[in-house]
């Protein structure tokens, strides 16, 4: 019970450590592990209140500004996102002073978030089989998924998350 426990802890570490980025494979005997990241559709209905207030900015037609909405203070900003530079305003949590850099990296978190997306991570693991033919595949055996990844998280919050994966394909 102990070795296997240790063999899945130095499994875990091994695959931690090698899968950092999507397709990512590591081959462990006639296993194999690949990390899986996809889209998860994200609106900014999903952002959660820990970036504050979001509303799409109206435009005024006579004149082309975009009016702060009623319940936003001065506090708001206008924050382009996407390629076509869509508005959106933004009313920044009150508790985080802007001249923190933990604002600054709270802005970047919520743009990167209206740009890209949540993410969701898979790790797959396929065994490697014979055919009737003597022919050689690999088959998914399972997968397990986590949904709600903020884009670009570091490296050491990836293998976290393949850490946990890992253990729910126990």
Do not use: C
Request: glycine share 8%; charged share 30%; proline share 4%.
């Amino acid at each position: 019970m102990i070795a296997a426990r240790l063999l899945d802890r130095t499994i875990a570490d091994t695959l931690a450590a090698e899968l950092t980025d999507d397709s990512d494979t590591v081959e462990l005997g006639n296993r194999r592990y690949r990390l899986r990241v996809e889209p998860d559709e994200t609106t900014i209905e999903d952002v959660s209140d820990y970036y504050g207030a979001l509303q799409w900015a109206d435009t005024r037609r006579n004149d082309g500004y975009h009016q702060r909405p009623d319940s936003f203070t001065g506090n708001a900003e206008l924050l382009g996102i996407g390629r076509s530079y869509d508005r959106i305003w933004w009313e920044p949590p009150t508790d985080v002073p802007r001249t923190s850099e933990h604002f600054a990296a709270l802005k970047r978190g919520l743009v990167n978030l209206l740009e890209y997306g949540y993410s969701v991570v898979g790790l797959e693991v396929s065994e490697l089989v014979t055919d009737s033919r003597g022919g050689e595949h690999w088959v998914v055996l399972d997968t397990a998924w986590l949904g709600g990844i903020e884009p670009f998280p570091d490296n050491g919050w990836v293998a976290e998350i393949v850490r946990d994966l890992y253990a729910e394909l126990g």
